[in-house]
Antibody, heavy 124, light 108 residues
C-alpha cells in the first residue's frame, strides 16, 4: 500500500524558513518510474504545483518560486524535504506531497497518490 | 510556462445529468493532461491521466478526451458522490505540472 505523509510546523512567522518532510512507504524513491512533487492550496483557492524531484535526483521548481525553494531526498529514510525561505502570510496553505507515476512506457506523468496534506499558517 | 484554463468555473447539475468540463492549454501539450477530483477537506484524487486513460478504481462514468490544447472531462451520469471540484493538470513541460483553476460541480 502506497502512503505519503507530510510533516512540519503548523505555524511559522513571516521571514522564517519553512521545512516540510514527506515520508513515503510502499514504494522506493530510487524507483526509476517514480518521483515526488509538492503542491499547495491556499484556503478556498486552487492547487499550485511547487516542485518535483525525480528518481535520479534531478529537481524542478515552479518559476515564480524557484528562488525560495529547495528540494532534497533521503532514499534510505524514504523522505523528501522541501524548504521554502522568506515565508509570507500569502504562503498560508495546505501543503501536499504526491507520488508521480508514469504509464507503462514511461510517459505521461501523473500524481496517483497523495498525502493528507498539512496546513501551514504564516503569522506573527 | 504553460497556462491552463477551465470552463465553467462553477457548474450546477442534478443527479443523473451528463456533465462536461473543458480545459484548455496555452500551448500544445499533446496528451499530457490529467484530471483530479477534490472534495472539501480532502486531498485530490486522480481520475484520468494521459487525457483519456482511466485510473484504476475510478468508475467508468468518468471519461476524458482531447489532445493538443483542448480537453474535456465527462461524467456520463452524475452521482451524489461526484459533487466536488475538478482540476485539470498538464504534465508536458518542466517546470510545469500546472493545474487549472478548477471547476466546482454543485447541486442544482
Amino acid at each position: 500500500q502506497v502512503t505519503l505523509k507530510e510533516s512540519g510546523p503548523v505555524l511559522v512567522k513571516p521571514t522564517e524558513t519553512l521545512t516540510l518532510t514527506c515520508t513515503v512507504s510502499g514504494f522506493s524513491l530510487s524507483n526509476a518510474r517514480m518521483g515526488v512533487s509538492w503542491i499547495r492550496q491556499p484556503p478556498g483557492k486552487a492547487l499550485e504545483w511547487l516542485a518535483h524531484i525525480f528518481s535520479d535526483d534531478e529537481k524542478s521548481y515552479a518559476t515564480s518560486l524557484k528562488s525560495r525553494l529547495t528540494l532534497s531526498k533521503d532514499t534510505s529514510r524514504s523522505q523528501v524535504v522541501l524548504t521554502m525561505t522568506n515565508m509570507d502570510p500569502v504562503d498560508t496553505a495546505t501543503y501536499y506531497c504526491a507520488r508521480t507515476s508514469y504509464d507503462s512506457f514511461g510517459y505521461y506523468p501523473h500524481f496517483d497518490s497523495w498525502g493528507q496534506g498539512t496546513l501551514v499558517t504564516v503569522s506573527s | 510556462d504553460i497556462q491552463m484554463t477551465q470552463s465553467p468555473s462553477t457548474l450546477s447539475a442534478s443527479v443523473g445529468d451528463r456533465v462536461t468540463i473543458t480545459c484548455r492549454a496555452s500551448q500544445t501539450i499533446s496528451s499530457y493532461l490529467n484530471w483530479y477530483q477534490q472534495k472539501p477537506g480532502r486531498a485530490p484524487k486522480l481520475l484520468i491521466y494521459a487525457a483519456s486513460s482511466l485510473q484504476s478504481g475510478v468508475p467508468s462514468r468518468f471519461s476524458g478526451s482531447g489532445s493538443g490544447t483542448d480537453f474535456t472531462l465527462t461524467i456520463s451520469s452524475l452521482q451524489p458522490e461526484d459533487f466536488a471540484t475538478y482540476y485539470c493538470q498538464q504534465s508536458y513541460s518542466i517546470p510545469g505540472f500546472t493545474f487549472g483553476p478548477g471547476t466546482k460541480v454543485d447541486i442544482k
